[in-house]
């Protein structure tokens, strides 16, 4: 395997870059090794390099090693994910766990205002108006298009960027059963 340096960084140009003023331009160089672990370099950055609490100069780091430079945590994983076989997207598809969370709730809060207009629709002779001033209300129809367009855009293979639907669209536990996207076959756990 070939060793893989990595430039850490406030620097757009960097390998991973963090945007944050107390880290420097070219803060520091990871090595990554043939286990998972990496050789850590501080690069005479202003603020320092901290790995488990101690500034460090040069220092051996694994995926359990807490990382500071300057002020900003860095998770070891987005050091780690540069080693990873070409069609590992399961860091990038724990990343979505955030997302899919916000478009559930969104889906079930949909749900629940349709369930509260359908007991309206029980109501005699005037149910129906009450129903329609009530979908108005929660405007259910803006909602559901909106959700849509964001599952369409956003509810998406890491890897080869298409939708995450079959015939209906894939949940976080579909998405965990196949392991795999079934069109581009990038592992997503
Ligand atoms: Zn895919």
């Avoid at 990554?32 to 320092?48: F, I, Y």
């Avoid at 807490?66 to 070409?86: M, Q």
């Avoid at 599952?151 to 939708?163: D, L, N, Y």
Wanted: proline share 4%; glycine share 4%; hydrophobic share 35%.
């Amino acid at each position: 395997m070939k060793t893989q340096v990595l430039r850490i960084g406030r620097k757009p140009d960097n390998d991973i870059v963090i945007d944050d003023l107390s880290v420097s331009h070219y803060h520091a160089v990871a090595t990554l090794g043939n286990e998972n672990t990496a050789e850590l370099e501080d690069n005479d950055s202003s603020n320092g390099t901290y790995v488990d609490g101690m500034r460090v100069r040069k220092t051996l780091i694994t995926g359990e090693s807490s990382i500071t430079l300057g002020k900003v945590a860095l998770d070891p994983r987005k050091i780690f994910r540069f080693n990873k076989k070409p069609d590992d997207f399961s860091a990038e598809f724990q990343e979505l766990r955030p997302v899919w969370d916000t478009l559930e709730t969104e889906r079930i809060s949909i749900l629940q205002s349709q369930k509260k207009i359908d007991v309206l629709l029980a109501i005699p002779y005037i149910g129906r108006i009450i129903m329609l001033w009530a979908a108005n209300h929660y405007n259910l129809e803006g909602r559901r298009v909106k959700l849509k367009e964001d599952m369409r855009r956003m509810w998406v293979c890491p890897s080869c960027k298409q939708p995450l639907r079959d015939y209906e669209w894939l949940t976080w536990n579909d998405a965990e059963h196949l392991r795999r996207c079934p069109k581009c076959k990038a592992r997503w756990f």
